[in-house]
């Protein structure tokens, strides 16, 4: 709840951190900002826009990290877990130890788009390629 609020009362600013890289895709920072009752923590906002059958790299983020889809249709999944198709509107959570093995957009056609919010150590890379 308090990172809704947080989300609600702040204004956007610029984005600090590194953008993370992604194949086929265009991130967009929308705000960065410290938590006063979460010393060294820090919450990123951006969104991430998937070009037709565009995709990112297999990674993690070293951070709890919240999707939220906007447009389009993306397919996600998490080593151990299970590939998930998501619509507008739909959510996927990515914990710090998780490593995103699927990140891809489900058309050929047809752009998607979706918000991811970190909450993540000030300083810390937004995305650690993972090999």
């Known amino acids: 709840m308090k990172i809704m609020l947080v989300l609600l009362f702040l204004r956007a ?22 938590l006063a009752d979460n010393p060294g ?13 565009g995709s990112d790299p297999i990674h993690r ?10 447009e389009g249709t993306i397919v996600m999944q998490v080593k151990g877990g299970k590939e998930v198709t998501l619509t507008p509107g739909g959510t996927f959570y990515e914990g710090p130890d998780d490593i995103h093995i699927v990140g891809r957009n489900a058309s050929g056609t047809k752009p998607a788009k979706f918000l991811v919010l970190l909450l993540k150590e000030k300083g810390a890379p937004i995305l650690v390629p993972v090999k």
Do not use: D, F, R
């Open 13 to 34: 600013s610029a984005l600090a951190a590194q953008q993370p890289t992604a194949k086929e895709s265009n991130v967009t920072p929308l705000m960065t900002k410290a």
């Open 41 to 53: 923590k820090v919450i990123v906002v951006l969104t991430v826009e998937y070009a037709p059958g």
């Open 61 to 70: 983020h070293n951070a709890q990290a919240l999707v939220y889809v906007l």
